[in-house]
């Protein structure tokens, strides 16, 4: 007899998700579905419209925002929240418990190859988002839209791994992801910066040499999600260039990753402090990123300062 696994749902209540923080994760996986759906049937052309911070919008970048963005309106649970793709913050109910922060189509530069993509999203409890901090959130995920369309969430209780199946439910593929520090990977972005900053050049020459696989695809919810899945590994980007103070962006970004990977028993740092002690001071504030096995992450610290 097939083990039967338990559905998104069944495993929000096991793991003891309060009821309203589960209704709001199961309608962003909801919307998730419909993102699945779009990205298999919408042009990957341009919209014509650019987004706060100068980046070309593609269709699916407005299509997958409108998406979330009615259902967290629907949702009645969500006093406000912050789109990488909206110019500001959104407010919605004062009297809701969450606030949400969401990258809904991460990746989108490589939507039109067919690359994998996804969404990443933050939950904070109450209205404010401007001053907190990453560690704050009370629940974290990404979905990430490939050959197979997985969600990947945590609650603080472990981060667990689903399969969106054929009749549309997401079901338990792996419990309590963990990453040791024993690095196979490494994935490097914003490498433009290693022209100026020598310890950054020395450092992924330091990797090739290593015997550690380059994987990178250039979307930050796969090669994250490459580290989380193997167990192990390493992703940094690091600013110069375009981007002299990081090209992530802290809230809808690092924050939810860091949470994930933290979660997950791995590390993740500006470099000099936690990405989760960063104080949000403005929407598209964006930081350096180190993240994966925990030593690693150390020794790379070490490395740049
Ligand atoms: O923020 C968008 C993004 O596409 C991330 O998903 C990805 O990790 C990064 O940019 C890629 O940066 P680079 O082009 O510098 O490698």
Redesign the pocket.
């Known amino acids: 007899m097939p083990v039967s696994r338990p559905s998104l749902s069944v495993h929000l209540q096991e793991t003891g998700a309060p009821d309203t923080l589960r209704h709001l994760i199961l309608e962003v996986a909801r919307a998730c579905k419909y993102i699945h759906y779009a990205l298999r049937t919408t042009e990957a052309g341009l919209a014509g419209t650019f987004n706060q911070y100068g980046d070309a919008q593609v269709k699916l970048d407005v299509i997958s925002n409108d998406i979330i963005a009615r259902h967290l309106h629907e949702s009645r649970l969500v006093a406000s929240f912050i789109s990488e793709e909206e110019q500001s913050v959104i407010e919605l109910r004062d009297d809701a418990p969450y606030s949400v922060v969401f ?1 809904p189509l ?5 939507v039109d190859t067919n690359f994998t993509v996804g969404t990443i999203v933050g939950i904070y409890a109450g209205k404010e988002l401007i001053g907190r901090t990453p560690r704050e959130q009370v629940g974290a995920l990404y979905v990430l839209y490939g050959p197979r369309t997985l969600l990947v969430y945590s609650t603080g209780n472990g981060v667990h791994e689903f399969i969106l199946d054929e009749m549309g439910e997401f079901i338990l593929l792996h419990g309590f992801l963990g990453i040791g520090d024993n690095p196979k990977s490494y994935s ?5 910066a290693t022209k100026e900053n020598a310890a950054y050049r020395t450092l992924v020459e330091g990797w090739m040499q290593s015997g550690l696989t380059l994987r ?1 695809t ?4 796969t ?1 994250i999600h490459h580290v989380l899945s193997k167990g192990n590994g390493i992703f940094v ?1 690091i600013g110069g260039g375009k ?1 002299p103070h990081g ?3 802290l809230v809808f ?1 690092c924050g939810p990753f860091a949470y994930l990977v933290e979660q997950a028993g791995g590390m993740a740092s500006t470099g000099k402090a936690p990405i989760l002690d960063v104080k949000i001071e403005s929407i598209d504030q964006r930081t350096n990123i180190i993240v994966g096995s925990m030593k690693e992450v150390e020794r790379v610290c070490g490395l740049l300062n």
């Open positions: 990258d991460d990746g989108s530069s490589v490097v972005g914003n490498l433009v990178y250039g979307c930050m919810v090669d980007n981007y090209k992530l962006r970004e």
